[in-house]
């Protein structure tokens, strides 16, 4: 009675340890048996074998060419996980069965980053075409070398080279960058970010934008074009959030996202300053 209920305890654990079997999670880069293998067995053939067992099922078994009573027991699990008669005899079935799942086995496709999420509002649009334009983050940056110190129409051309859009250009590197990033997004059509002289007055705003603060910039938000005035010149650039701006300059000779508040500088005329926001 005893000896009925230790053979049904070990099936019970035999059983548990096939369905708990490791499954492979890299290609199997091994060979297989071309021969029989039964206990007592020696040899490469073994050493192939145990080398798939480990692989397959997670046998854990030393790779020694002497197919003993672990290598047998592991033979006789794998049969089982894979609806073979479990006879711990390692023959023509069993040699076609590890062919065939070393040769059907396919490696789980390696997880891909979540795609960023796509601009939905002006705002987002904006910053988005600001970012991708602008150094460090535009890719294309490294591409092209712009002439410092150049004439204007020089370095436009080299920047619609860069940016690869037709904005209508405005009368300052500035201007035309975040013209160009507007119009871009979409927002905007014929948006002139400043006016060819910094005496005359500001272009219209379009339609899709506001004038969200005057004097001041306030509390900014992602997407807001921020113009000013400053002694002899003028500046506009686009906020694009975490206390960054994305502009462009001849001095700097390409667009760039900087951290900085450039309108806080004490040559900026304080009363000119305007935050523009898409709607």
């Known amino acids: ?19 708990t079997a490791a499954a492979p999670t890299t290609a199997y880069t091994g060979g297989l048996p071309s021969k029989t293998v039964k206990k007592g067995s020696h040899g490469t053939d073994v050493k192939h074998l145990q080398k798939f067992l480990n692989w397959c099922i997670g046998a854990g078994l030393k790779v020694d060419g002497a197919c003993g009573s672990k290598t047998v027991k ?16 390692f023959g023509s079935k069993s040699r076609a069965k590890a062919k065939s799942i070393v040769n059907g086995y396919k490696p789980a ?27 460090p983050y535009g890719t294309a940056a490294s591409k092209y070398k712009y002439p410092k110190g150049s004439a204007k129409s020089v370095y436009k051309s080299a920047l619609k080279k860069y940016m690869g859009k037709k904005a209508k250009i405005s009368q300052t590197d500035c201007g035309y960058f975040v013209s160009t990033c507007v119009r871009a997004s979409g927002t905007s059509g014929s948006f002139l970010a400043l006016p060819s002289s910094y005496k005359k007055k500001y272009p219209k705003v379009p339609a899709t934008m506001y004038i969200a603060s005057k004097g001041g910039v306030g509390t900014l938000q992602p997407g807001d074009v921020i113009r000013y005035r400053k002694k002899g010149g003028q500046h506009v650039v686009v906020y694009i959030g975490d206390g960054k701006i994305a502009h462009a300059s001849r001095k700097h000779a ?26």
């Open 1 to 19: 009675m005893a000896t009925i209920a230790s053979k049904i305890f070990e099936n019970i654990c035999e059983a548990l340890a096939t369905s």
């Open 74 to 89: 592991a033979i006789k699990k794998f049969q089982k996980a894979y609806g073979l008669k479990a006879d711990g005899v």
């Open 109 to 135: 496709p390696a997880p891909q980053p979540a795609p960023a999420p796509t601009p939905t509002t002006n705002a987002q649009k904006i910053v988005a075409k600001a970012t991708e334009y602008a150094w």
């Open 254 to 279: 390409f667009p760039r996202v900087s951290k900085s508040k450039p309108w806080n500088n004490s040559n900026v005329k304080k009363s000119t300053i305007q935050v523009l926001r898409a709607r």
